[in-house]
């Protein structure tokens, strides 16, 4: 059938409009197309030249700058110091024999040290970093990088590594950080991939490994391209992490260096605390360590050295150290008596030089005797035979629980590892713990501090401050996180009647101030900064034996609390001298010095002393390890 003009007219329409449409889109596409490779040959040719080839975009993280740790008057006590080192991933190390034997020709990379690179690469990821020198010298590193066309695989590294200015004197308040290692992953729910990054440090102890969390900060990213020979070609983008938050702690480093130095040459512990804030000042145990050693990973025969020295210089004796707390004691029980109304303060118990209890006989240190005394002078003259009386009259419970009262058996919340509870025994715990009954013996033995009573140095700080303040004295360590103060914990009354109190505060200042007190030869001579103390002496043996004819690790504890000045207290101290003797002969003079130097703010003049004690006291100070000699001998404070 023939079409007629009219329909064929609207067929070549319909046919040119297709056309149309159809040209127009196949021009549009291959316009955006040409834009495109335009794009992608000109704008962008160098990216996808260097990305040719098998280069590679590679992702790594930044580690960031560990938080510093400061002092309360913002001396550092942990830093970060440069580094320079060279690491190699295994998926990079395909030449790594030939990288090996270069490396030996230029920074004399030992055979032990190749052994050990290819022992971790076979260990580790593939994208995992292995460090194949550490803390070079800036030749050796300059040496590597420049010849890293030579060494492909290679990645010159500067980093950062922690750094302990003080050496040994904050070995066990700060700690120390060391590299991480399969424990420490073991412990943890989730691992941050920045514990696998290589050389990376984490807190091990002290305020290290207790605040590690505020302190390693987060990491950054590194977005860099790879030759196929490992080679990093550039940086593609950068963003920093943010660093680890800064510390700062209640301790003062002049104090603290003094402490460390008067304690040298001892297995001692002690502590100085501000009696109204709780603030540790102060926290000594010696002999300590360098931690310095531990962040690099200390060797075997150097740790060995730590765990076999009797001494233990490798805990903290001031938190971790519960010792009997002998007559230092004797404060608690005579408030547990006070507080029951079985004694008054004037009441006299006659002391013969001994007590007998159920067929046995309970010496006084003094074996003829103190005749009659009262609460003061049982204090003064640390008559045993006074508070076996007040033992039986009051009985243990009461005696517990003041105890508790004035901060003993308690584990504080600080930042430090292992903080020991000590020990207030009643007889609920006897009878948990050792399946008997109490008997009036262990109460007689509790009241004198021995026994099962065990207190820290740091507990025994604790109850000075709060027998010298009435009120609930809380211990802090650190006072600022990140600028932002920390609170201070505490301060409520404890409920002791004041009169009660004073009048076992009115008995330490005659411990240290009447010619007839145990402490009195290590009194100070200023009236305005005059202390009132406690000696102790606790028994690690039953044998009535001379400590000068046993070794040494049999004899008897050494102990000495105070507060000071007795008028207006500021600062409370305990000192602990394991197998030192009497307490009077080995604590109390440490004591003294640590408390007017902490009142003086540095080395304490000499006219603090009686007069007769000066010029030994002068010699005492010039033999102190104390980081200036020159400034010991004159007087002055450390730089």
């Not at 040994?168 to 060391?178: E, I, K, M, P």
């Amino acid at each position: 059938m023939k079409r007629s003009p009219a329909d064929t007219a609207a067929s070549a329409r319909k046919i040119t409009r297709r056309a149309l449409f159809l040209g127009g889109s196949q021009a549009a596409f291959m316009g955006v197309l040409g834009l495109r490779m335009r794009y992608m040959q000109v704008e962008k040719a160098d990216q996808f030249r260097l990305l040719a080839e098998e280069n590679r975009v590679k992702i790594r993280l930044l580690p960031p700058a560990r938080g510093l740790i400061y002092d309360r008057n913002g001396k550092v006590l942990a830093e970060n110091e440069q580094t320079f080192r060279i690491v190699i991933r295994k998926e990079d190390a395909a030449q790594l024999d030939e990288v090996l034997v270069q490396l030996e020709k230029l920074i004399g990379l030992s055979q032990d040290e190749q052994d050990r690179v290819r022992r971790e690469l076979r260990n580790a990821g593939p994208s995992v970093p292995v460090t194949i020198a550490d803390r070079l010298t800036w030749e050796a590193f300059s040496a590597a990088a420049a010849n890293g066309p030579a060494l492909p695989g290679v990645t010159p590294e500067v980093g950062l590594s922690r750094h302990y200015p003080f050496s040994t004197d904050f070995a066990h308040l700060v700690g120390y950080v060391g590299p991480v290692s399969d424990y420490d992953l073991s412990k943890m729910d989730v691992i941050d991939p920045l514990y696998r990054t290589p050389n990376f440090q984490i807190g091990k102890s002290g305020v290290e490994a207790r605040l590690e969390q505020d302190l390693k900060g987060h990491a950054g990213t590194l977005r860099v391209e790879q030759n196929v020979h490992g080679r990093i070609i550039r940086e593609l983008d950068r963003r920093e992490g943010d660093p680890g938050t800064n510390i700062q702690m209640t301790v003062n480093s002049d104090l603290q260096h003094f402490v460390q130095a008067r304690l040298s040459g001892e297995s001692a512990a002690a502590v100085v605390m501000d009696v109204e804030t709780g603030d540790v000042l102060a926290s000594g145990s010696t002999p300590a360590f360098d931690p310095n050693l531990f962040v690099r990973g200390i060797s075997v025969s150097n740790y060995n050295a730590l765990l076999e020295n009797k001494f233990r210089p490798l805990p903290s004796k001031s938190v971790q150290g519960a010792y009997p707390p002998g007559s230092t004691f004797k404060m608690v029980t005579a408030l547990a008596a006070l507080e029951a109304g079985v004694v008054s303060t004037d009441e006299t118990v006659r002391c013969v030089g001994h007590t007998e209890v159920g067929g046995r006989r309970f010496h006084c240190w003094k074996r003829s005797g103190h005749g009659n005394i009262n609460l003061s002078n049982s204090l003064r003259h640390s008559c045993d035979v006074y508070y076996y009386e007040m033992a039986q009259r009051t009985g243990i419970e009461r005696i517990a629980e003041m105890g508790r009262r004035l901060g003993l058996g308690e584990a504080y919340d600080l930042p430090l590892p292992g903080v020991n509870s000590g020990l207030m025994p009643d007889k609920s715990w006897k009878l948990a713990k050792r399946g008997a009954d109490w008997v009036v013996g262990d109460s007689l033995n509790a009241s004198i501090g021995q026994g099962f009573v065990l207190a820290t140095p740091l507990q025994l700080a604790v109850m000075s401050a709060r027998l010298a303040t009435g009120r609930e004295i809380v211990p802090r360590l650190v006072k600022s996180v990140d600028s932002e103060e920390q609170p201070i914990r505490g301060g409520a009354p404890l409920g002791i009647n004041e009169n009660m109190l004073r009048a076992v505060r009115q008995g330490m200042f005659e411990v240290s101030n009447s010619p007839r007190g145990t402490a009195y030869a290590s009194r100070i001579a200023e009236a305005s900064m005059r202390m009132a103390g406690k000696t102790g002496t606790s028994q690690v043996r039953n044998a009535v034996v001379d400590n000068k004819e046993v070794p040494w690790e049999q004899r008897d504890h050494a102990l000495f609390v105070a507060f000071a000045p007795f008028d207006a207290p500021k600062y409370a101290v305990s000192v602990v001298v394991e197998h030192g003797g009497g307490g009077s002969a080995a604590a109390a003079p440490v004591a003294r010095d640590l408390m007017l130097f902490a009142l003086h703010g540095k080395l304490p003049p000499l006219d603090s002393y009686p007069s007769g004690q000066r010029e030994r006291i002068r010699e005492l100070f010039e033999s102190l390890p104390l980081q200036n000699p020159d400034d010991a001998a004159s007087g002055s404070s450390r730089a």
